[in-house]
């Protein structure tokens, strides 16, 4: 059926340093594609979309690029911050409902 | 304005009992979504209501159900639960038009023993 993966289940980032999380996606009918950033305890946190007809969209701090060719999504965030370290989902969204992806733990270093 | 709150918070039940979750979304809000999230299988979607109608359904047993009243705020019902069940319910709440800007509640922890 169609999925939405991660390539890493975990990322590890100086604090200053830049993080880029990567997700593959298989439903090249998508419309949209989405990050939610989870903290624990919390409910996912929308971060930043992009329609399907984009390549690039920029946000605070964060830059989603979306790969139609080969089905790759990733989010970039610039100066990672200690605040940054949480869980980051890519989900796709079409028909009315989000399909997501299984999760990046982002750790931020001192 | 105030996000979208989900009651209870943290929920103890016992196998086949039945539970129900409520979801305020956030004002002016007409879809809303609900989620389940597990360690194992991540978080998969549950059923979706615009205006009192459901749109959408995931692939669950009809054990779960859902419903949304005419204020735009929604429950989901589990009934004769299972172990399985015991998991993070996440409601989340859009403007209707697309579900792609959906806002999450903080959840209610369900924990069936």
Redesign the interface.
């Known amino acids: 059926g169609e999925s939405v993966g991660l390539h890493l289940p975990t990322l590890s980032v100086q604090e200053g340093d830049n993080s880029i999380i990567n997700c593959a996606y298989s439903n090249s009918a998508s419309d949209y594609f989405i990050w939610y950033k989870q903290e624990s305890g919390k409910g996912p946190q929308f971060i930043i979309d992009i329609r399907s007809n984009m390549d690039k969209r920029q946000g605070q701090r964060v830059t989603v690029l979306l790969n139609k060719t080969v089905k790759h999504l990733s989010l970039q965030i610039a100066a990672t911050q200690p605040g940054d370290s949480a869980v980051y989902f890519c989900a796709e969204g079409s028909a009315r409902q989000l399909t997501f992806g299984s999760g990046t733990q982002l750790t931020v270093l001192p | 304005k105030a996000g979208?709150t989900q009651t209870p918070r943290y929920l103890i039940k016992t196998r086949g009992q039945q539970v129900t979750l409520s979801c305020s979304p956030i004002s002016g809000h007409r879809?809303v979504?609900w989620?389940q999230q597990t360690p194992g299988q991540?978080?998969?979607?549950l059923f979706?209501y615009?205006s009192e109608t459901q749109?959408?359904k995931?692939n669950f047993p009809g054990r779960f159900s859902g419903r949304q009243f005419s204020n735009s705020r929604s429950e989901m019902n589990v009934s004769t639960l299972e172990l399985g069940d015991s998991a993070l319910y996440?409601c989340?709440s859009s403007r209707g038009d697309?579900?792609?800007?959906?806002?999450?509640?903080?959840?209610t922890r369900l924990t069936v023993v």
């Open positions: 979208v879809s979504s989620y991540g978080l998969q979607f979706e615009f749109r959408n995931g996440l989340a697309i579900v792609a800007e959906a806002f999450f509640g903080q959840g």
